[in-house]
């Protein structure tokens, strides 16, 4: 536009000099005819030159702007695939590079479980012959690198509901996302490991809708600045299922550890710290966490945890017993008609046939009776359905990698941030009736299931929770507005104090009797309404694993959620919330310290809570929301929590 400029301005003058020259040839004389014609062609002339100039000067500009919208869109694609190369032990990777972050998706960590390695212990890739049989089914370059761009399958699983077989065998790869901040400098990062999984039953690191939005954002990754690691570990009856010939427990868990193992050996390639390295769980994730923090074979692979709801009931089932159900879905625990043992399960030698042992129509009646809805304070463990218990105890103590008396006693102190949300229970809402109950109904269904022999006392502690107890009460913010009584509310956030928030007060106290330095946060927050996890179950309250969604910032890429994202759907007040959980995880990966939080001593009990996009800090918070079902189980509130 300069040059167009100073262009036309040259025109003009040239012009205005013409003009000038035609008076004087006439000698002061006014102009013949002849004369004006001539002036007015060249006029005319001057005036198309003109028209000319700007009209291809327009033009360029048009061709500059089509190309720029035509060819940027290449050149940003072409900058944000950057491939980016490192060495493992076993060889040349090459990553991606996407918005800043550099991908390395589907590595493996070790052979796929597929035959005679199927109910066995993982195979790690521990020898350069191992590292040829786990990496056969890639591609190299003539360089010799390995292209690590695509996520791998999933394990084998069924989809809730409808149980449709998905994913594969061969499954034992992770993924490792690298902070822009890594690449522009030469200092080593810390490492953030998460294990996700929902009911050791589903989940992945990607690929199915259950676990969709469970993968870190970019935004996530650069806040926190650290490298985050996701991976695939075996799940369902193939992870935690004991087979009656190899009697190996706890699969998946050993999937974790060489995982673990793996990343210890080969993160300092990508520039990580292997001696800052935190594992972060929810759902049976975190369940995972607590059980590798007390293990000796986990010991010295990981600098700090961050647990969020855990199933904290004490493994308390043997191999023997674990082998006994085996047996028992097998169809093979009494009358075999004559047949061997081998013989009776040879139709469980496919893995689809195993993987359906444990189908919806199982595990949603466990779901409903057992993990979500009001406990029964009766402490006779005789009135338990055999096939709900079956479902209930997961965890084997193997005298291994778990001992029962060791739960709860870390074998070495490192810190731990501990948390949950405030309705954990309302991703499967149990009687289903709940949301059409008024107030009163609500009531006297308590007194009906919790007050059996009409005490008093039980009857005035629960008319206290029913009216001091509320869903949002303005905790942080001080709010004083009335709210309508909600009963799906405050239904959820009773049976998550039964199951979860009182149990984790008193394990909060062990851990801290054991030394172990200890945050504790609960977070409170509404949203839209959406299905998080593929159950058809559409909540708006702070659900199971809400809080490691909104660390990851998953909600920004779960296809249910993103359907509003062109509305006003509290997205800006979620990513507020993100960077709490996101600045407060960069504190403690960091130095193992969160200076903007209270941590837990023996005579303070603080509690960091979040409420919507606010945090504050109060002290015994949660233990006055545990005064009733102290009452209803003489103190031993532990009975009732998840069982692990």
Request: glycine share 6%; with cysteine; hydrophobic share 35%.
């Amino acid at each position: 536009m300069e040059h167009e400029g100073r262009l036309s301005e040259a025109t003009d003058n040239e012009g205005k000099d013409a003009g000038q020259a035609r008076w004087n040839d006439a000698d002061g004389l006014s102009p013949s005819v002849s004369n004006l014609r001539v002036g007015g062609l060249r006029r005319r002339t001057s005036s198309a030159c003109c028209l000319n100039v700007f009209l291809s000067s327009a033009l360029l500009v048009a061709l500059a702007a089509i190309l720029y919208f035509v060819i940027s869109p290449m050149i940003d694609r072409l900058k944000t695939t950057t491939k980016i190369e490192v060495t493992t032990f076993c060889g040349k990777i090459r990553g991606t590079k996407e918005d800043g972050v550099v991908q390395f998706l589907g590595i493996p960590y070790a052979l796929p479980p597929l035959g005679k390695n199927r109910f066995k212990h993982p195979v790690e890739l521990t020898s350069k012959r191992l590292c040829a049989k786990g990496w056969q089914n890639h591609t190299a370059d003539k360089k010799g690198f390995w292209e690590t761009t695509d996520y791998k399958s999933p394990c084998m699983q069924l989809t809730p509901i409808t149980d449709e077989v998905v994913g594969s065998e061969d499954c034992l790869y992770l993924n490792v996302f690298v902070p822009p901040s890594r690449i522009q400098s030469e200092d080593t990062k810390p490492v953030v490991i998460i294990i996700n999984g929902l009911f050791f039953m589903y989940g992945s690191s990607n690929g199915l809708p259950i676990s969709a939005g469970q993968q870190p954002h970019p935004r996530t990754v650069k806040t926190v600045d650290a490298i985050h690691v996701t991976f695939n570990y075996r799940v369902g009856p193939l992870g935690f299922f004991v087979h009656p010939l190899t009697k190996e427990a706890n699969i998946g868990l050993y999937d974790q550890l060489a995982a673990l193992r793996w990343v210890r050996n080969n993160i300092g390639a990508f520039g990580g710290d292997p001696t800052r390295v935190t594992l972060f769980g929810y759902g049976s994730g975190a369940t995972s966490v607590l059980a590798l923090s007390h293990s000796q074979l986990a010991q010295n692979l990981f600098d700090g945890i961050w647990m969020s709801a855990p199933a904290v009931g004490k493994p308390s089932i043997s191999i023997d017993e674990s082998v006994n159900t085996s047996l028992y879905l097998f169809g093979c625990d009494s009358n075999m008609n004559g047949k061997t043992l081998d013989q009776c399960i040879q139709y469980y030698d496919k893995a689809e046939n195993v993987v359906r042992l444990w189908n919806w129509k199982r595990i949603e009646p466990w779901l409903r009776d057992r993990m979500f809805s009001l406990p029964s304070i009766q402490s006779d463990n005789t009135q338990k359905l055999f096939e709900q218990a079956i479902m209930e105890r997961m965890l084997v103590d193997d005298r291994e990698l778990i001992e029962a008396e060791k739960w709860f006693k870390p074998s070495y102190a490192v810190p731990v941030v501990i948390g949950q949300t405030a309705h954990e229970t309302s991703l499967y809402v149990a009687p289903t009736t709940v949301p059409f109950w008024d107030e009163n109904f609500y009531r006297q269904y308590l007194n009906r299931k919790l007050n059996t022999m009409d005490s008093v006392e039980v009857k005035k502690l629960i008319e206290r929770y029913i009216s001091e107890t509320s869903y949002f009460n303005g905790d942080c913010r001080n709010a004083s507005d009335y709210k309508q009584f909600d009963v799906e509310a405050h239904m959820t956030a009773l049976v998550t104090d039964a199951r979860l928030t009182c149990p984790l007060v008193e394990i909060v106290k062990d851990l801290v009797a054991h030394g172990d330095l200890v945050y504790q946060y609960y977070l409170r927050n509404s949203h839209r309404r959406f299905d998080p996890y593929s159950l058809a179950s559409f909540v708006s309250l702070a659900f199971h694993g809400w809080d490691g969604m909104i660390y990851l910032r998953g909600y920004l890429t779960h296809p249910d959620y993103q359907e509003s994202m062109h509305m006003n759907n509290g997205v800006d007040e979620l990513s507020k919330i993100s960077d709490i959980l996101n600045r407060v995880m960069r504190d403690f990966v960091s130095s193992g310290k969160i200076d903007q939080w209270k941590h837990v001593s023996e005579d303070t009990g603080y509690i960091n809570l979040i409420e919507d996009d606010t945090m504050c800090t109060k002290q015994k918070y949660l233990q006055a929301r545990c005064d009733l079902w102290e009452q209803l189980t003489n103190g031993e509130t532990l009975r009732l929590a998840w069982q692990a």
